[in-house]
């Protein structure tokens, strides 16, 4: 009913905040769960006034809507996608700007995500690399204006049915498996990493059982080695991404038609779902190639 995100809110009142500070997304014990309000005046010049941009808000966890002097630009409901907005023609104008960022918090920390690109990027870089500067963007990191919206209690956990015995294999593989397949690209394991020890087991079995059912007992397989993740600080965690790393590769080596993908370097720390998609996809392809002396299938 407030409309903050209305230019014309007088927003005086709200305390000023960095996006990762700490202090905003819990009570000193908990996390607080629920929407938190952000708002930032960006002054435009002239040159740049009424052109088309791109709003950068990295990754947000959990979910959030953003709006541009009073008009909603964009929304994601969940953590992982990158938040890139188009800003539309006309709705920038000269001098200043506001920017309003509702961020809903369902379990856990709320938090924007560090490192990734909070900016305005005018012209047509909007996927420019991270570290990457051009001359007509602006940085949103710094100070916000912040007030803490309607608190509510932890969401519910979800039931994963793909957790469950049998839902993914009946649900995905079941239905598709007697068509013709030439070969099998395996990418997955991040969730396996607390408990690599059973991963080459596993891994074993199902490939065997998927070249029963479809008939093909020679298929090749490829794993995808786990991307890099985890800050260079986690001394732990980046030691079992690495042990599950070794897992994927002692399967490699000990089956027969299965080969190992390299993309541990790369990734980025910060992200489990990197957005560097074509480097990994051409060293997918060229593997598959090469291993079938580059015969199309």
């Known amino acids: ?17 960095d996006l990762f500070s700490t202090s905003w997304a819990s ?34 966890v959990d979910a959030d809507s953003v709006w541009v002097n009073g008009r909603l630009v964009g929304f994601t ?13 006309g709705l920038l104008k000269e001098g200043a700007n506001t920017i309003t960022v509702r961020l809903i918090s369902q379990n856990g920390a709320p938090h924007f995500v560090p490192e990734k690109p909070y900016k305005i990027i005018f012209g047509d870089r909007p996927y420019a690399v991270y570290g990457r500067t051009y001359p007509d963007e602006i940085s949103l990191e710094g100070l916000w204006r912040y007030r803490k919206g309607a608190p509510m209690p932890a969401g519910p956990a979800m039931m994963f049915y793909c957790y469950m015995p049998c839902v993914l294999y009946n649900a ?4 598709v498996i007697s068509y013709p397949v030439c070969g099998t690209v395996w990418y997955q394991g991040e969730s396996n990493v607390g408990r690599s020890n059973q991963y080459p087991a596993l891994l074993e079995t199902m490939i065997a059982d998927w070249r029963k059912a479809s008939g093909n007992a020679g298929m090749p397989f490829y794993i995808v080695e786990l991307a890099d993740f985890l800050h260079e600080s986690d001394r732990g965690g980046r030691a079992a991404w690495q042990t599950m790393r070794e897992r994927q590769a002692q399967v490699a080596d000990e089956t027969p038609g299965v080969s190992l993908i390299r993309n541990s370097d790369l990734g980025e720390w910060n992200d489990i779902h990197p957005l560097d ?18 015969r199309p299938f």
Not at 277 to 294: D, M, P, Q, W, Y
Request: with cysteine; charged share 25%.
């Open 1 to 17: 009913a407030a409309k903050y995100y209305s230019p014309a809110l007088d927003d005086s009142d709200w305390q000023e905040t």
């Open 27 to 60: 009570d000193g014990m908990t996390p607080a769960n629920g929407s938190h309000w952000f708002r930032k005046t960006v002054d435009i010049d002239a040159s740049h006034a009424g052109k088309a941009a791109t709003l950068r808000l990295g990754c947000i």
């Open 77 to 89: 409901t969940y953590q992982y996608p990158p938040r890139i907005y188009p800003i539309p023609e």
């Open 172 to 175: 995905m593989i079941a239905p």
């Open 277 to 294: 998609k074509k480097t990994l996809g051409n060293r997918v392809a060229e593997k598959i190639l090469s291993e079938n002396n580059n």
